[in-house]
């Protein structure tokens, strides 16, 4: 947790460096030297000799997988096809995960969240994003909805870390709130779409606010999209791990 700001790392070394869950704004490096790094996450105005780098991994990323790019749709027809995507190659990787032993889903792959983790996290983006800013429900969150680690606990809002539920009751939040999620959807207009939630009572997060409605669903498809691909790379390391 330390916070650098300010500071001059003029002629600094570092090596094997982890930095998880770190935030950089408004950095400048001149006359560097960088190999074997791997970057993985957000991405966003970086230049490297000059060139934004951004729109490049973007476009390569939607190369590698066509679908990526139907997780930015622009009309309803676009956000139940996105929807559709995600449900099956979500069973997909279920499937993956029940071929492992139960004990290896509790298991945390470099520190990220385990698979059993992932899925309660996204319990946690449902509740917040649909039964909350577009349903209006103050208290939308079910005890075992993870929140994530950047934010800061709040009174009455469930942070169980030390959790351990199965498999299968997971998957069964889940499986309502996806069915919240697909009613949602279902009913939208392109008016609808286009218009702005009211804003929610008590608190919790998303704060209360009037959002887009839009912007709440594309947040819920990136989430869905993005952790499942953390959740699958994780899957083959634990595979190995059981292989071998």
């Given at each position: 947790m330390t916070d650098f700001s300010d500071v001059d790392l003029?002629?600094?070394?570092?090596?094997?460096?982890?930095?998880?869950?770190?935030?950089?704004?408004?950095?400048r490096m001149r006359g560097v030297w960088v190999g074997e790094v791997e970057i993985d996450g957000q991405i966003e105005g970086l230049r490297i000799n000059g060139v934004d780098v951004g729109p490049l991994i973007?476009?390569?990323l939607d190369r590698r997988e066509p679908d990526r790019a139907k997780m930015r749709p622009t009309d309803v027809a676009g956000y139940s096809e996105a929807w559709d995507i995600?449900?099956?190659?979500?069973?997909?990787?279920?499937?993956r995960a029940r071929a492992l032993p139960p004990e290896l889903l509790h298991e945390r792959v470099d520190e990220e969240w385990s698979f059993i983790e992932t899925l309660r996290h996204l319990v946690y983006a449902t509740d917040?994003?649909?039964?909350?800013?577009?349903?209006?429900?103050?208290?939308?969150?079910?005890?075992?909805?993870?929140?994530?680690d950047e934010m800061d606990p709040e009174p009455g809002v469930p942070w169980d870390k030390g959790a351990r539920p199965g498999l299968d009751e997971v998957l069964a939040l889940r499986a309502e709130r996806g069915a919240t999620v697909r009613r949602v959807i279902d009913g939208l207009t392109e008016q609808s779409l286009a218009a702005h939630t009211e804003p929610v009572e008590g608190p919790g997060y998303p704060p209360a606010d009037r959002y887009p409605v839009a912007e709440c669903l594309q947040t819920?498809?990136?989430?869905?999209?993005?952790?499942?691909?953390?959740?699958?790379?994780?899957?083959?390391?634990?595979?190995?791990?059981v292989a071998g």
């Open positions: 003029t002629d600094s070394r570092f090596q094997k460096v982890q930095v998880r869950r770190s935030s950089f704004w408004k950095v973007e476009a390569e995600l449900q099956a190659r979500w069973q997909a990787t279920v499937q917040i994003w649909i039964s909350r800013a577009v349903l209006g429900e103050p208290r939308p969150w079910h005890p075992l909805a993870l929140p994530f819920v498809l990136n989430e869905e999209w993005e952790h499942r691909r953390y959740a699958e790379r994780d899957l083959t390391v634990l595979e190995s791990r």
